[in-house]
């Protein structure tokens, strides 16, 4: 029997890899207090507490983190936690959660999909949006949640409005992180917004969706046994691909509707600067943008360095400019070969 509510699926699974060294195969970065008050799983969960309840919230993580997820949200019951034993992008991981829900008598819900590395304030602004998007959602569209552009970032996906669509608009058109100069037309022209990676639908509007422009994996995720920590072989070999390219690129029923908060992707260090992460005792002078995370209680001293992050723990040193924050994943490639116990 279908019954309705409303539920928060938080995705808590990836390395961190851009924040190495204080991120680690043991500790990623959405199980960290970066911000303070919590970390940042914990901080994504409150979040929802007055919209879905602690019963509410699904957490999907590797296999390998479901002890220290069970830990720091100690209400979430052990049937919402999905571990998964290799990630498989966002629409594997998105799709099963929606099938889990439909599998438990709840087709007819609303299924909110959150990353777990996001800074939001305020609370109730994000609230009132995402009731908002819940309206829309209730109409069978899949929406999204768009962020108005406070400056033209490349870091970011942008989304292109259209028509109005009660409390949104529809997306006209998905683009991927730009350059400079078009991100500045992007944002001079007021017709897109930043693609927070949030969405919100039906979980039968979503499945139906799915179906339609992904079967192959809509099959292979429909076979999968109804457990909460499949095996390699059951889920290893599900397609990698994200839910933005996969459906939402192509489905005619994404809308967006704007944010009533304002949003940071803590994806990189340059990120985390930007949201305000720092950590230890530091002297800066001379010098702008810079950002300093220290586990250790040294002193680090930045002079006539601007657009840098220097990050330090007790296994290693990182002092990278902003313009090198992608390529981490180099390093951390590398260090599997060769020091595996610094990753």
């Not at 997820?69 to 990630?87: C, D, F, H, R």
């Not at 350059?179 to 979503?206: C, P």
């Not at 702008?288 to 360095?305: A, H």
Request: aromatic share 8%; proline share 5%; with cysteine.
């Amino acid at each position: 029997m279908n019954q309705k509510r409303v539920f928060a699926v938080i995705m808590a699974g990836g390395r961190g890899t851009r924040f190495w060294p204080a991120s680690t195969k043991s500790r990623p970065k959405q199980f960290m207090d970066l911000l303070g008050g919590g970390t940042m799983l914990q901080k994504t969960a409150s979040r929802f507490a007055n919209i879905t309840g602690p019963d509410g919230i699904i957490v999907v993580t590797g296999s390998d983190h479901g002890d220290i997820a069970s830990g720091q949200l100690p209400l979430l019951p052990g049937k919402n936690l999905l571990l998964e034993p290799v990630g498989r992008n966002t629409a594997a991981c998105i799709g099963w959660a929606a099938e889990t829900l439909r599998r438990r008598g709840f087709a007819e819900s609303i299924m909110i999909v959150a990353a777990s590395d996001h800074k939001i304030e305020p609370v109730d602004g994000f609230e009132k949006t995402i009731l908002n998007a819940v309206e829309l959602a209730e109409k069978g569209y899949l929406c999204t949640i768009g962020i108005v552009p406070d400056h033209p970032a490349t870091g970011y996906g942008y989304l292109q409005i259209g028509e109005e669509v009660s409390c949104g608009n529809e997306v006209m058109s998905f683009r991927e992180k730009p350059d400079l100069a078009t991100a500045a037309d992007y944002v001079e022209s007021g017709e897109y917004l930043w693609n927070s990676g949030m969405f919100i639908w039906r979980v039968d509007s979503f499945l139906a969706e799915f179906e339609k422009h992904m079967p192959s994996l809509y099959s292979e995720i429909k076979n999968l046994p109804d457990t909460t920590s499949p095996s390699i072989e059951q889920y290893g070999s599900l397609e990698s691909q994200s839910v933005d390219y996969g459906i939402m690129e192509k489905t005619e029923k994404a809308v967006v509707v704007p944010a009533l908060f304002t949003w940071s992707d803590i994806g990189d260090w340059p990120g985390a600067r930007g949201a305000g992460v720092s950590k230890g005792e530091s002297i800066v002078i001379d010098s702008e943008n810079s950002l300093v995370f220290d586990e250790t209680g040294r002193l680090t001293v930045i002079m006539g360095l601007s657009n840098v992050s220097v990050v330090s723990t007790e296994t290693a040193i990182l002092v990278m400019s902003d313009s090198s924050s992608q390529r981490i994943k180099d390093v951390v490639s590398g260090l599997e070969k060769t020091k595996p116990d610094l990753i």
